[in-house]
């Protein structure tokens, strides 16, 4: 049992994380109709940031915060290139964001390094024991940090202006555009905000994972699979996504062989497509804004 705590408890940890980039593709999906696939590239930027902001002598709280605003910069180029190419298709703009995650991958390798960096944890190297098994001080930020944001999203979608005029938006832009909501305005916001949530995953992931220019590749194809699985119309479906791959990945690494750990993801993802398309939990029906 003390084994099977553990593993559940790591699984958690790892699950936050591709939930906070799950919910990026949510996000931007909704407002936008657009599959960002530079998502992945966001988690790494912000992880990258932090480290050389770190290593150039900034203070640890103005670096996290630098490295989110820049991160969330680089998601307001995007919606700046997707906005200029308006009048594409949607595959044509979905290439875009291909196109932009390999210029954001080549860029990092240019402007920092190929090596792998890692963080200080926040609190130190201390860890908990529960039930026998060790969580550490890090990894309990995960957790608490993924929840504060997932709580606080709930809040600024449900109790905001803004937040319910991103959902008009995205649930009829042009009755959304006739009430006087800017349109530009609110992609605008939807993409850096899917960014900074990608940078937090980053930042709080490096001091476990380290990172490099190439760590974006594979956490963004498991955060796709994170928002496929809980429903890409529901941006807290992705957080539940997130949870059941990244248990399920640890429970087949250490039940089974960790060589199958990255194809956990892929196949639940599969499966989901094949039987529940809209996702375990998609949002059906009309809802009032």
Known sequence: MTELFA???????????????????????NSSGII???????????GMIMVFLLAGGVPYLPAYLLAILLTAILGVL???????????SQESLIILTLGYAIFLRGAAEVVFDKELHTLP????EGHFTIFGAILTYQALLVILFSIVIVAALWYFFRHTRTGKAMIAASVDPDAARLMGINLKKILMLN?????????????LLTPITSTNYEVGIMLGLKGFAAAITGGLSNPFGAVLGGLVLGVMEVL???????????????????L??????????????????
């Not at 944890?121 to 130190?124: A, E, F, H, K, V």
């Not at 993409?191 to 980053?202: E, K, Y």
């Not at 690494?253 to 993801?265: H, I, N, P, Q, T």
């Open 7 to 29: 593993f559940l408890l790591t699984g958690i940890t790892v699950g936050f994380v591709y939930a906070l980039v799950g919910m990026g593709f949510t996000v931007i999906y």
């Open 36 to 46: 960002n696939f530079a998502q992945g590239e966001f988690v790494m930027a912000g």
């Open 78 to 88: 995007l919606w700046k290139l997707t906005d200029l190419s308006r009048d594409s």
């Open 121 to 124: 944890p926040m609190l130190g």
């Open 191 to 203: 993409f850096s905000l899917a960014a900074a949530i990608a940078a937090v995953g980053g930042i």
């Open 252 to 270: 087949v690494a250490g039940y089974l062989s960790s060589e199958y750990k990255d194809a956990v993801a892929f196949v639940i993802m599969l």
């Open 272 to 289: 989901i497509l094949f039987f529940k398309p809209g996702g375990l939990f998609s949002r059906i029906g009309a809802q009032r804004v």
